[in-house]
């Protein structure tokens, strides 16, 4: 089991937004936020299946299975989780924000 995979997902979503420019209008951008939003919650989403289904199999006594690679499998998905709430808690900030100023 990698344990960067997560961070280099995370970097390789990070360099894709960063080369993406908008068009003369600005009406267009390369990289959609919904659609990037979109991938990281299902990565995250893909994170808690597979730990538990780590665990689910660990429980059972399969031998192809360590006690490591299940706690390193919760802790991926833990920290992307706590990263999503994370997101989340300054999107609806921002909103908050962005509601309140005067027009």
């Known amino acids: 089991m990698k344990i960067d995979g997560f961070q280099s997902e995370m970097q390789a979503m990070?360099?894709?937004a960063g080369n993406t420019?908008?068009?003369a209008t600005g009406q267009s951008v390369g990289a959609d936020f919904s659609a990037l939003?979109?991938?990281a919650i299902n990565n995250v989403n893909g994170l808690?299946?597979?730990s538990s289904d780590l665990q689910m199999r660990f429980d059972r006594g399969d031998q192809d299975v360590s006690l490591s690679d299940v706690m390193i499998a919760r802790n991926k998905s833990s920290v992307a989780f706590?990263?999503?709430i994370q997101v989340r808690n300054k999107l609806v900030e921002a909103y908050k924000e962005?509601?309140?100023m005067p027009v």
Request: aromatic fraction near 6%.
């Open 48 to 50: 808690s299946k597979t």
């Open 82 to 84: 706590e990263a999503t």
């Open 37 to 39: 939003l979109n991938n």
């Open 21 to 23: 420019k908008p068009t």
């Open 98 to 100: 962005l509601m309140n």
């Open 14 to 16: 990070m360099f894709e």
